[in-house]
């Protein structure tokens, strides 16, 4: 079924597991994500950002597609514009047929972040999409961003912006980063801030950076109240290991077959993370009460 994420996060906030939200630029992406979630029984969510939009996976093209593919399984599939911080981007989203829009003004300061969200999230809930939002700022690995503790998001501020602007989630910044740490290196989490902010907010929340966070940090992260866990790095790294093997075992591969290489590698990721984060067969998916999508 094709859905907004915010029932399957309610679902997930409230039975304290995660759900993930995996980047997809393309159709092999696309059923080893749907075709995981079927087979593990677990929501999952479909992220692409404005970039890997433009670059690779457009959106008018993706979007129908994912939305096909979705509304043949049994298990909730949501589509969300990830990073979303041009208002022409998420718009563009929206009509192309995204379930779901994130809209990052994490780099603007406080007043100007709740006006920009308040907006897109208004936008968003009127045509029954979801919205997310960000407060603190998730930076990159290779600026070591994960270190920065200024970035952190405070739990008193995230308050009154979760009450300001409406968004159904929020991105929080606790310690990770997008993209690869140096090589060994496993980040360090604030846990007791994790601990507060959903003490003090309750709603679900969502850890950005997911790849290379370490399964001990991801598993606490869950239980210290994450509902939402975004992949990229890892799964494309999984995808590009499993081309370059194929490859070098027979360099005169067919190109469908190392394509099925490459699905098979990111399905056997995808459905490990789903079972570490608690998701595979914990939805009721039959009693799903939010509405889908034409
Ligand atoms: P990683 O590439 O570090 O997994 O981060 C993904 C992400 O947070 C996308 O929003």
């Avoid at 939009?53 to 514009?81: Q, W």
């Avoid at 994490?106 to 407060?135: D, K, P, W």
Wanted: aromatic share 8%; net charge negative; proline share 3%.
């Amino acid at each position: 079924m094709y859905v907004s994420m915010k029932d399957m996060l309610w679902h997930a906030h409230k039975n304290q597991y995660a759900v993930m939200a995996i980047n997809c630029v393309n159709m092999e992406q696309a059923k080893a994500i749907i075709q995981s979630a079927e087979e593990e029984k677990s929501a999952v969510i479909i992220n692409i950002s404005p970039r890997q939009m433009k670059a690779h996976g457009h959106a008018d093209i993706l979007a129908p597609m994912i939305k096909g593919m979705a509304k043949k399984v049994s298990v909730p599939v949501a589509f969300n514009l990830d990073h979303g911080a041009d208002f022409e981007d998420i718009t563009y989203a929206m009509q192309c047929g995204f379930s779901s829009v994130m809209i990052d003004s994490s780099s603007y300061e406080f007043e100007e972040n709740v006006r920009r969200t308040q907006m897109i999230a208004s936008l968003a809930h009127g045509m029954g999409l979801s919205c997310e939002a960000e407060l603190g700022h998730v930076g990159a690995a290779k600026e070591a961003d994960n270190e920065k503790e200024d970035l952190y998001t405070n739990p008193q501020q995230a308050k009154e912006f979760v009450e300001r602007t409406g968004c159904d989630c929020l991105a929080v910044a606790i310690g990770t980063a997008h993209g690869s740490y140096p090589k060994g290196f496993i980040p360090r989490l604030d846990f007791e801030r994790l601990k507060l902010l959903k003490e003090t907010l309750q709603i679900p929340l969502v850890l950005h950076g997911g790849s290379g966070a370490g399964e001990k940090n991801i598993k606490k992260a869950v239980a210290c109240g994450i509902n939402k866990i975004n992949v990229c790095t890892d799964l494309f790294k999984h995808a590009r290991i499993a081309t370059a093997r194929a490859l070098e075992e027979n360099p005169e591969i067919d190109y469908m077959d190392l394509c099925i290489e490459a699905q098979n590698a990111m399905k056997d990721f995808i459905k490990n993370y789903m079972r570490m984060i608690g998701s595979s067969r914990r939805y009721d998916f039959e009693k799903h009460q939010g509405p889908e999508f034409d």
